[in-house]
């Protein structure tokens, strides 16, 4: 399988190529030259699969001959040994129509660890067939660095180097970080916001001085690999409730747009996908786009739910650049425009492929906190304020009564403890794989906010690219 930038002039690469690059070299993001399709018959085929071997059936066809069959399957049987749930991403019912997929079960307890675990295993196998080093920058308001660190801790030729806003994740997420004492990773603290962290990550991509040393690599969702190991849960779930003889709809919390445009993927690989439902918090450029096709960056307002705290949705560009006919120069275009005005409007063709297949609801407070308290006292499910959203959008979508809705559940409750006890008078308890999270020795340096600083720290730790 081949992979083109959604701006046209990157080279193609293959897969291993396309991991290991992250973002395209013209700023664009990498997707697959055409989608793989299954037959009806190859779908029905997959029910009842290990997990394991659903995940390496789905993805074949992305890889290609980047890692044969066996090998693949070796990575995603080693990936998903790890989830405290034997189902890895086991399927929950509400109600007579509302369903919860949990991806929570990971080492980190958000979803993230689903697509990272593997990755962080593509990496090794893909850095061991040379002699090149990766070294990973990051950014993270607080899922996504745990997220990584977990899977690449300790592992060869990768260094990875996570910014986060000082004193602005939560202590858990903090501590998931920093108590991973491994050689590799470097955990940096710096004064300033999430956007000013990103920023200085997007800046290290474009430095020549960085990028002619050291090979720098990403771990967040504009890395392709990230979204096709999401794309496997959604055949999961939807094998479970009948696919490929019934149709399923997906509510999805979302932020940067790669959880949902996993599941975008999934149906043009012929998964009967019946609606996809974008949930956001008040952070709602999304939602505002999806329903009017204005594409315009508002302030970010601080929510309950964090990891949606979002104003640039980095992956939707990759449904409007095949919505848009995939012109990259038409995307390249596109994307300069909102770039200079921060605004930009969809075409008619991007907001009629959208709306076959998508709609968008938004969560404010007080609509993710009846939710928790819902979902509690009807149910007996204690939900974090992520999940909130998505379950909340899912209850009012609409959705005709004989369709099933299954809200992604991407965080674990007690990542969230302040929010779910507010709404349900309950605490939920870490699980007792992190239960000494509190107890652990932290490793973390201090920098001020300037991309300087940043930069001369990596220098200095970071091992050259070969
Ligand atoms: C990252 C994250 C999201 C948003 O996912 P995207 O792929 O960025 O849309 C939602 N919920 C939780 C808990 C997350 O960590």
């Known amino acids: 399988m ?20 992250g973002l395209a070299s013209d700023g664009g993001l ?15 085929a997959m029910a009842g699969l290990p997990y394991a071997e659903l995940a390496a059936k789905v993805m074949a066809p992305f890889v290609g001959d980047s890692l044969t069959y066996e090998r693949l399957l070796e990575l995603t049987t080693q990936a998903y040994g790890r989830f405290a749930h034997k189902a890895v991403t086991p399927l929950k019912q509400l109600d007579e129509q509302q369903w919860v997929l949990e991806l929570f079960h990971g080492p980190t307890l958000a979803f993230k660890d689903v697509a990272l675990q593997l990755l962080g295993l593509l990496f090794e196998e893909f850095l061991s067939r040379s002699d090149r080093n990766l070294t990973i920058v990051g950014a993270t308001s607080g899922d996504t660095g745990s ?17 986060h806003p000082h004193g602005r994740v939560s202590d858990v997420q903090r501590r998931q970080m920093t108590t991973v004492l491994a050689p590799n990773v470097y955990n940096i603290a710096i004064e300033g916001s999430f956007d000013d962290a990103q920023a200085m ?5 474009n430095d020549t001085d960085m990028t002619g040393r050291f090979a720098i690599g990403a771990v967040n969702s504009i890395n392709w690999a990230r979204l096709m190991a999401q794309v496997v849960y959604y055949f999961a779930a939807a094998l479970q409730l009948g696919a490929p003889h019934r149709a399923v709809a997906f509510s ?5 747009f790669g959880d949902v445009f996993a599941g975008y993927v999934a149906a043009q690989m012929g998964l009967p996908v019946a609606k996809l439902i974008v949930a956001t ?4 450029i999304l939602h505002r786009a999806l329903s009017t096709g204005d594409y315009s960056q508002g302030t970010v307002t601080p929510t309950a739910a964090p990891s949606m705290d979002i104003q640039v949705s980095s992956n939707f560009e990759r449904l409007l650049f095949d919505l848009g006919g995939r012109n990259g120069q038409a995307m ?38 009846s939710t928790i308290r819902w979902a509690w006292e009807s149910c007996g499910e204690l939900i974090d304020p992520h999940t909130a959203c998505g379950l909340f959008a899912a209850r009012t979508a609409g959705i005709e009564a004989m369709t099933p809705v299954v809200t992604l559940a991407t965080a674990h409750p007690a990542k969230f403890p302040e929010a ?17 999270l509190f107890d652990r020795e932290e490793k973390c340096v201090g920098l001020p906010g300037t991309y300087e600083a940043v930069a001369e720290f990596v220098a200095s730790h970071a091992t050259p690219k070969a």
């Open 2 to 21: 081949e992979y083109i930038s959604t701006r046209g002039s990157a080279p193609a690469l293959d897969f291993e190529g396309a991991t290991l690059a």
């Open 201 to 205: 990550v997007k800046r290290m991509f």
């Open 281 to 284: 918090n008040v952070n709602d």
């Open 252 to 256: 999805v919390p979302t932020g940067n």
């Open 332 to 369: 390249a275009e596109q994307m300069a425009g909102f770039e200079a005005s921060k605004a930009m409007q969809l075409t008619n063709a991007q907001r009629e492929g959208a709306a076959a297949l998508f709609q968008s609801a938004r969560a404010d407070a007080d609509d993710m906190a």
């Open 147 to 163: 997220a990584a660190i977990d899977a690449v801790a300790g592992r060869e030729k990768v260094d990875i180097f996570m910014l």
């Open 420 to 436: 779910v006890e507010r709404s349900t008078g309950h605490r939920p308890g870490l699980p007792a794989r992190v239960g000494d």
């Open 30 to 44: 990498y997707v697959p030259r055409e989608w793989p399709r299954f037959s009806s018959e190859e779908i029905a």
